[in-house]
Structure formats: C-alpha cells, structure tokens
Nanobody, 126 residues
C-alpha cells in the first residue's frame, strides 16, 4: 500500500486546512485509516482514526471538536478537515493504514499501523 498525503501549508491561527491521503495498492475499504503528527524532538502522536466503513471515529482530546476525519472509499482517499487551527497544531502530519478487512475498529497507536505516508507539513502562525 502506498499512501500520499497532501494539503499542508502555512496558515494563520483560526484558519482551516483540509489534508488528503490517497491510497493505492489495496482497496481502501479494507483499511483502517489514521492521522498522526510529529514535531521535532517529540514522538509521533495520534490525531484521528476512522474505521473501514467510516461509522467509527476517534480523535485526540487536543483536536476533538475542531478536526473531522472522513473517507471516500470509491476514491480511495481519506480526509482530515482541520478547523480553528492553533499554533500548537504545527507539525508534520502523517496518514497511516492498517489492513483489517474483517474489522470495524479504530486504531490509536502507531505500532499497529502497517503503512505510512510521507507526511505533509502544517504550519500555523499566531
């Protein structure tokens, strides 16, 4: 599975961005998808996860109510809509995929994901 993340950029506090992650090599419907972020010197942290069907979603407390994850299995793409961005949201954002063809779980830890995208930088200025 190859994952291509895009949509990052430089924005001001309070602005919005939408990240996309296009998957290839395996049907998106068989993949649990997640978003993580990382700043230099810190561990990669969980942001959001969405189950295969999209019914189940989970978010970190720091983004809950501001970020929304969605998926379009027909387009093999997942999205992370980020609203009311804060300077502390500045990070490299990674999408990740886990092959779970018979499960509808969400996954919140890095170690359970099988595939990772290259990351897209989000910078929020104050």
């Amino acid at each position: 599975v190859q994952l291509q993340a895009s949509g990052g950029g430089l924005v001001q506090a309070g602005d919005s961005l939408r990240l996309s992650c296009a998957a290839s090599g395996r049907a998106l419907r068989d993949l649990v998808m997640g978003w993580f972020r990382q700043v230099p010197g810190k561990e990669r942290e969980f942001v959001a996860s969405i189950s295969r069907s999209g019914v189940n979603r989970d978010y970190s407390e720091s983004v809950k109510g501001r970020f929304t994850q969605s998926r379009d299995n027909a387009k093999n793409t997942v999205y992370l809509q980020m609203n009311s961005l804060k300077p502390e949201d500045t990070a490299v954002y990674y999408c990740a995929a886990a092959w779970r063809p018979h499960s509808n779980v969400v996954l919140t830890t890095t170690g359970v994901y099988d595939y990772w995208g290259q990351g897209t930088l989000v910078t929020v200025s104050s």
